[in-house]
Structure formats: structure tokens, C-alpha cells
């Protein structure tokens, strides 16, 4: 990953958070083993659904233009 890729990331990582921060009870979040479960629900739930359609569709668009050419 370039070092310009890893400084987009965190950008988008950062905004990301604060998303779920903001929609997450602060009443789970007041211990590391909270804060923990509330990451891994909120990431499963949200983020790595959107993760794995993106990386499907792009896949789906790159067999489309091998079987193109």
C-alpha cells in the first residue's frame, strides 16, 4: 500500500469511527472489553457487509472485461 493509500485510509477510518461512535449507547463503551464488541458488532453489521459487495462488483466487473476483450 502506498504511503498516500495508508494516509486515505486513516482519513476514512477516522470518519468512519466517529460515525459509529456516535451511534453506539455510550453505556457500552466504558471498558476495553465494551468498546471492543461494540467495534466488532458495528464493524460486522455495517462496514465489512459493504466491503464484500464493493469486492464483488469489482470483481464481477473485471471477468466482464477479460471476457470482453
Known sequence: MTPE????????????AKI??????SEKIE???????AV??????H????IAVFLSE???EQQRGKHEQ
Not at 459509529?20 to 449507547?25: A, D, G, S, V
Not at 466488532?40 to 453489521?45: A, C, I, M
Request: charged share 35%; aromatic share 6%; glycine share 2%.
Open 40 to 45: 466488532r458488532d458495528q464493524v460486522l453489521e
Open 31 to 37: 471498558t476495553f472489553e465494551g468498546i471492543e464488541t
Open 20 to 25: 459509529l461512535y456516535k451511534n453506539t449507547p
Open 47 to 50: 462496514v465489512s457487509p459493504k
Open 58 to 60: 469489482t470483481r464481477l
Open 5 to 16: 493509500d495508508k494516509e486515505l485510509l486513516d482519513t476514512h477510518v477516522k470518519a468512519i
